[in-house]
């Protein structure tokens, strides 16, 4: 079992500001947003905001953009100034010293435009969202994990990287670091855990009401260590079959009889992770099957006055045979 951890801000209480990476999950090969946010623990808010982060080298930092605690600041210009840097921005200016098997990004941030006659700063709250670093999966490895770790341990373009914040005193600003004593900036990392991708395309459907049978199909969406099919709740009790890869193929298929309504839940494990579930409801009931009773056509009609041949004491009567048919095969003979 993996379990993530996260931590609230009272456990950082006596720092005037904290600052939190989210945890998140990223499908296999897939896409993620992860937050990172300042809680304001003091009544002088914050000003400026200079940080590092590294992860894992399998993710791809795409991009960072504002958090929603900025974009609407300084009449919704957002903050004055939003600069970043990131190994996977294939420029001169990459920030170096993240460590082996690991890459790095640096963010500095002017919250205040002091052009504006009332420029704003970050005031007292928790959780303020202050950016979002989009990333990719490279690993396409359910269970990899990555830490996305606050750091001064890097330089590059925007010069050597400190944890640092200035509050809104725009007299005397006071500055706020994670080595002061005692530390003025507490700091959470978050992690992001590569999960297994979820079936698509789940249907069901009754296919043969004479003999109940039910077809199901889907799409794997990775080839999973082992699929398993439940009904109605993803209990062990409840498993109808556990299918496994032969040859680099994994089922996407399968025919059984229902009698009544039913779900039917697809779970897939790779790596020791479970993908989120898939399902579908097929409503019919087959308790009895086969209650229509057959059709029969062409029957001959009735054949009043009839006569014998002249001289004779018979007479020959011809028709064409009914035939039936029926709901379930083969139609009867009449």
């Known amino acids: 079992m993996i379990t993530m951890m996260s931590f609230s801000a009272s456990e950082c209480l006596g720092q005037e500001f904290t600052l939190k990476a989210g945890n998140a999950e990223v499908l296999a090969s897939g896409s993620v947003d992860v937050p990172i946010y300042i809680d304001v623990n003091t009544g002088v808010g914050a000003s400026t905001i200079d940080f590092g982060i590294t992860y894992r080298g399998f993710l791809t930092l795409t991009s960072i953009s504002e958090g929603s605690a900025l974009t609407g600041l300084n009449g919704g210009a957002g903050a004055f100034q939003f600069v970043f840097d990131t190994t996977d921005d294939a420029t001169p200016t990459t920030p170096t010293g993240a460590g082996t098997g690991l890459k790095g990004a640096v963010l500095g941030v002017i919250i205040p435009d002091l052009a504006l006659p009332s420029p704003d700063f970050l005031t007292m709250g928790a959780d303020q969202e202050i950016a979002v670093l989009h ?51 507490a700091l959470v990392n978050g992690d992001v855990l590569v999960t297994t991708p979820p079936v698509t ?16 199909t889907w799409t794997n969406g990775y080839l999973y260590d082992t699929l398993s099919l439940y009904k109605d709740s993803v209990d062990p009790a409840n498993l109808i079959d556990t299918f496994l890869p032969s040859g680099g193929v994994l089922a996407e298929s399968y025919v059984l009889t229902q009698t ?56 020959t009567v011809s028709w064409t045979d009914p035939t039936a048919t029926d709901n379930c095969s083969p139609d009867p003979t009449p």
Do not use: W
């Not at 925007?158 to 706020?176: K, M, Q, R, S």
């Not at 395309?201 to 199901?216: A, E, H, K, N, R």
């Not at 097929?282 to 006569?307: F, Q």
């Open 135 to 185: 990333f990719t999966d490279g690993s396409d490895k359910p269970s990899a994990i990555s830490e996305t770790v606050f750091t001064n341990s890097l330089s590059g373009g925007l010069g050597a990287v400190v944890i640092e914040i200035t509050d809104d005193n725009t007299t005397t600003p006071g500055t706020y670091n994670t080595t002061d004593v005692p530390a003025g900036v």
């Open 201 to 216: 395309g789940f249907t069901c459907i009754q296919t043969d009401p004479c003999t109940c049978t039910v077809s199901l």
């Open 260 to 315: 009544n309504s039913t779900t039917y839940i697809l779970v897939g494990r790779t790596n020791g992770v479970d993908s989120a579930e898939a399902s579908c409801t097929e409503l019919s009931d087959c308790t009895d099957p086969d209650t229509t009773p057959p059709v029969i056509h062409n029957t001959p009609a009735d054949m009043p006055g009839l006569k014998t041949d002249m001289g004779l004491c018979s007479t």
